[in-house]
């Protein structure tokens, strides 16, 4: 399995990379976080892998804690950070939810099912809000069925600041569930 954090040039990494050694970098150059988010898969190639943002903080002991999430589920697309409130447990969705993919796991093979969506050129909101990679990804989710799970409790937390992609979006997009 690979860690891959994926990063606008200005953001810090290292806290990430002192508690995940191996993790890999994707620098977003284009400032496209959707091309960035689709450089990540490449990244993957046909490996079930852990996708980071560069703006969270990870739980104490988050690599132990997210591979046993995995161990439990490992066919399953988990999300390890929600907004949700009134989620008390692990809980599966269908992919109609929109979902925050702050810190995901993807089974093997799901980069290349995800890059050729990608590649297709038919994602529905594209013309609206071109570089959102939690619609795109939600999207992709809602249009080919697949099922996701949101993981509970939180083990990233959203740093509070300015959103790169939409800076009128509230810089508060905690998670109350974060351990």
Not at 135 to 140: A, Q, R
Request: proline fraction near 6%; hydrophobic fraction near 35%; aromatic fraction near 12%.
């Amino acid at each position: 399995m690979k860690y891959i954090v994926q990063k606008v040039p200005s953001r810090d990494t290292s806290h990430l990379e002192a508690a995940i050694p191996y993790l890999i970098t994707v620098i977003e150059r284009e400032g496209d976080p959707v091309k960035g988010f689709d450089q990540v898969l490449l990244k993957a190639r046909d490996c079930s892998f852990v996708r980071l943002e560069d703006d969270i903080d990870l739980c104490d002991g988050f690599v132990e804690k997210i591979e046993s999430a995995i161990n439990l589920h490992p066919d399953k697309i988990i999300s390890f950070f929600t907004l949700r409130k009134k989620i008390d447990r692990p809980t599966m969705f269908k992919g109609r939810n929109f979902c925050m993919f702050q810190c995901t796991y993807f089974p093997q093979g799901m980069a290349r099912k995800i890059h050729g969506y990608y590649l297709q050129d038919i994602w529905p909101k594209k013309e609206n809000n071109p570089k959102d990679p939690d619609s795109f990804l939600s999207d992709f989710l809602r249009e080919t069925g697949t099922d996701y799970m949101i993981w509970h409790p939180s083990l990233v937390q959203h740093h509070e600041c300015k959103s790169i992609i939409d800076p009128k979006r509230s810089s508060k997009r905690q998670s109350v569930s974060y351990e």
